[in-house]
């Protein structure tokens, strides 16, 4: 059964780089794409980006500008990074996989709350 | 970026009821669209993908429909573990984009 599990700080400065990684186990990342999206409290969900296993990524436009994804297939691990980080950043994160264009996301993460806060 | 517009935001239902989503594309994204449930506290979990396909494990009083513009998802006979919020999202163009969601509450 594969499995997703985000890890990292569930606290962060404002104007600081927030950064999470997806560990992926239960069946190996290649061949699949790696997603982020978040969940601001009481709120919707909104993607924030992909990497496929050969390190190609798509961003979203609205946050283009501040994220990073990057992946180490020998750990099985995607990972995010976002810049300069405001209170409207404080959310929910999930990491979750697809299998490509037209495919929608099959496995998620539990998620992790990430609050920007001095 | 594609907008999905899902009605009604909130639906107030009783167990046994028959109950329909809608979810409205700003524009054409053919049969690339997939509903999810979530409940307090949880990531979201998939139900149905290319408009109509069951995900495996998924019960059968849930059904999806449309292509084009308008979606729907159905759950023929509302359960207690039912009640959640359900997001449809499109798979035609990046970037990926989500309904704001319809909460499912018990009248």
């Known amino acids: 059964q594969v499995q997703l599990q985000e890890s990292g700080p569930g606290l962060v400065k404002p104007s600081e780089t927030l950064s999470l990684t997806c560990t992926v186990s239960?069946?190996?990342?290649?061949?699949?794409?790696g997603s982020w999206i978040r969940q601001p409290p009481g709120k919707g969900l909104e993607w924030i980006g992909y990497?496929?296993?050969?390190?190609?990524?798509n961003y979203n436009p609205s946050l283009k500008s501040r994220v990073t994804i990057s992946v180490d297939t020998s750990k099985n691990q995607f990972s995010l990074t976002l810049s300069s980080v405001t209170a409207a950043d404080t959310a929910v994160y999930y990491c979750?996989?697809?299998?490509?264009?037209?495919?929608?996301?099959?496995?998620w993460g539990q998620g992790i709350l990430v609050t920007v806060s001095s | 970026d594609i907008q999905l517009t899902q009605s009604p935001s909130f639906l107030s239902a009783s167990v046994g009821d028959r109950v329909t989503i809608t979810c409205r594309a700003s524009?054409?994204?053919?049969?690339?669209l997939a509903w999810y449930q979530q409940k307090p506290g949880k990531a979201p979990k998939l139900l149905i993908y290319?408009?109509?396909t069951l995900q495996s494990g998924v019960p059968s009083r849930f059904s999806g429909s449309g292509s084009g513009t308008e979606f729907a998802l159905t759950i023929s006979s509302l359960q207690p573990e039912d009640f959640a919020t359900y997001y449809c999202?499109?798979?035609?163009?990046?970037?990926?984009?989500f309904g704001q969601g319809t909460k499912v509450e018990i009248k």
């Open positions: 524009q054409g994204i053919s049969s690339y």
């Open positions: 999202q499109q798979l035609n163009h990046y970037p990926r984009t």
């Open positions: 290319a408009a109509s």
């Open positions: 979750a996989r697809d299998a490509g264009y037209g495919d929608p996301f099959d496995y």
């Open positions: 990497i496929f296993y050969s390190g190609s990524t």
């Open positions: 239960g069946g190996s990342i290649s061949k699949y794409y």
